[in-house]
């Protein structure tokens, strides 16, 4: 009976090294499988054989040990290595990879399977699918409005090709920037006449033609909103040495840019006489009518409907037999100082339209502002424009009480029919929005809350499982969101082939949940988990397999030959 037995742990042993082989050698031919997990076998020896039982040991005698003789071996266990595997790059943004314990949940015909590989496409329904056998990838979509719903409840990943973003109608524009505290006044401040009058070319008035009888030059000027008018100055002479001096204003881009909107109460008299030297300039009475302090007729120009205000000096001014080479400047011929910036806006069909926001400096530290549309963008074809002025600080912030009107906004009817627009326009406060400071002037739109009607152009799955949909409009949009399960014993999972494995008696129940810190689980989009199988490792115990097959293998021959010499003793 003992060869027997010999010859029965033998074959248990060839059974179950065979067994070995046969782990091992699919790992190996799963060593390319996307999301596979090894397995391993142990083995446990089987119930043993009392040759002879042991003794307690006594006051006269020592104990002595159990003889036991084994049966053979048998299969412990055939356990799956979850151990995390390498990730591959493929740049497809349906390849997801998991990092950490969590398993895919895919529904088929009805009944929930897990999976590490996670190389999906979207079939012809938009549904997230294994491109294997058709299971439906498991989730929560998103409501129109972009909110994934609460709970775990699972739905089809499903997602619309032809999804449609609706045009948002813009009523909010978030300002920016900064307004140079050193920058001058936007309005002309001051219009200068210099160089000499031709004594001998301008006759007196009234002048018989084609004799002259006066001279006029002009100067562009820039009221307090940056317009540009023309201001002309007219020298008559009416005695000799003798000047009136009248001026005008006119608009250039009126429907009647020939007709004066301002002019002269009356002509200013003003008297040339020798210096002393020779040159016959400005007497000293006729200089204090420019001097701004004297102020016997209109030179002061206001003109406060267009915020036209300057002063006009011609004192300066020179007469005699020379050439006449008369110039005048406003302000050394600056430009207007005008700081603006623009924002493209939406209507309620989506339609684009420009908003310019402009400002102006009207006095220190206090700045106009004026927005408005082209007249393109109005259905009655004309611009609409709103304004109002800013007071900032002396830190350069600006005071929340002089914002005029307190609460800014433009309002227009765009062509085409949609809802009248209503655009709030937001300043900002302290540091945050529009400044005063030394710095250059740049205003630019921060934000504005409306789009354009747009369509899905790509996706884009992020490692919490959110898949975002990007539209034509550049705006994005959370469409689903991915949910994972994770066991309490993942090798209490049975595989079901295609990746893919079922819950069973000692996996415990699914938890399924979100991935993250809730599952401890992420995911990579555009890649895949490879296989964790270790080709060296596996190789060494298929070494280790052989040598106990062949082992056990000459267990038997040998218990053979025994048995042989035995049966040869009644010869």
Do not use: C
Request: net charge negative; aromatic share 8%.
């Amino acid at each position: 009976m003992a060869l027997l037995n010999s010859l029965f742990a033998g074959v248990s042993g060839l059974r179950n090294h065979q067994t070995m082989m046969d782990v091992i050698g699919n790992n190996i031919a799963n060593v390319n499988t996307i999301g596979y997990k090894g397995s391993r076998v142990t083995f446990s020896d089987t119930f043993n054989q009392f040759i002879k039982a042991g003794t307690n040991p006594t006051d006269t005698s020592g104990g002595t040990n159990t003889y036991q003789v084994g049966l053979g071996m048998k299969v412990n266990s055939i356990d799956r290595n979850w151990s995390q595997g390498t990730f591959e790059r493929t740049g497809i943004t349906t390849d997801l990879a998991l990092q950490g314990n969590g398993l895919f949940v895919l529904k088929s015909n009805g009944e929930n399977f897990y999976s590490r590989a996670g190389g999906f496409v979207f079939d012809a329904d938009g549904k997230l699918v294994s491109p294997q056998n058709g299971a439906i990838v498991q989730g929560k979509v998103a409501s129109a409005d972009g909110v994934i719903p609460p709970g775990n409840n699972l739905q089809d990943i499903m997602i619309d090709a032809n999804l449609k973003l609706p045009a948002v109608s813009t009523n909010l524009i978030k300002w920016g920037g900064n307004l140079k505290s050193s920058s001058a006044l936007t309005r002309s401040e001051s219009v200068v006449t210099r160089g000499n009058i031709d004594s001998s070319a301008i006759a007196i008035f009234p002048a018989v033609p084609p004799a002259v009888d006066s001279v006029t030059k002009s100067a562009t000027i820039f009221n307090e909103a940056g317009a540009e008018f023309t201001f002309k100055q007219t020298f008559t002479k009416t005695a000799a040495d003798t000047y009136d001096v009248t001026w005008k204003v006119y608009d250039p881009s009126s429907a009647t840019p020939d007709v004066a909107i301002q002019s002269s109460a009356a002509p200013i008299s003003v008297v040339f006489a020798d210096d002393g030297n020779g040159n016959f300039v400005m007497n000293a009475a006729s200089k204090a009518k420019f001097d701004g302090v004297t102020l016997p007729i209109d030179n002061l120009v206001n003109i406060p409907s267009s915020g036209i205000k300057f002063t006009f000096d011609p004192s300066a001014i020179s007469q005699n037999s020379a050439t006449s080479t008369l110039s005048a400047s406003a302000d050394g011929n600056r430009d207007a100082n005008i700081v603006s910036g623009a924002v493209s806006i939406f209507d309620s069909l989506g339609n684009s339209h420009q908003v310019t926001l402009t400002f102006t400096k009207i006095d220190t530290n206090t700045w106009a502002w004026n927005a408005g549309v082209p007249s393109s963008s109005t259905d009655d074809g004309k611009a609409a424009s709103a304004n109002g002025t800013l007071t900032f600080n002396a830190d350069g912030t600006l005071d929340p009480t002089g914002i005029n009107p307190s609460s800014p906004q433009l309002a227009f009817n765009p062509i085409g029919g949609a809802n009248p627009v209503v655009l709030d326009l937001d300043f900002g406060q302290a540091f945050g929005g529009v400044t005063q400071t030394s710095a250059s002037s740049v205003v630019s739109a921060l934000s504005q809350n409306g789009s354009a009607s747009a369509s899905l152009s790509n996706m884009n799955i992020d490692q919490y499982g959110n898949v975002v949909g990007i539209f034509t409009n550049g705006n994005s949009k959370t469409l689903a969101q991915i949910m994972v399960a994770t066991f309490t014993n993942l090798n209490g999972l049975i595989s079901k082939g295609d990746n893919l494995f079922i819950a069973y008696a000692n996996s415990g129940t699914p938890r399924i949940g979100s991935l993250g810190e809730e599952t401890g689980t992420t995911v990579q989009s555009g890649a895949l988990e490879q296989s964790n199988v270790d080709l060296s490792e596996e190789f060494t115990k298929m070494i280790v397999s052989q040598r106990g097959f062949q082992a056990n293998a000459r267990v038997i021959t040998t218990a053979d030959s025994l048995l042989q010499e035995i049966t040869n003793l009644i010869r």
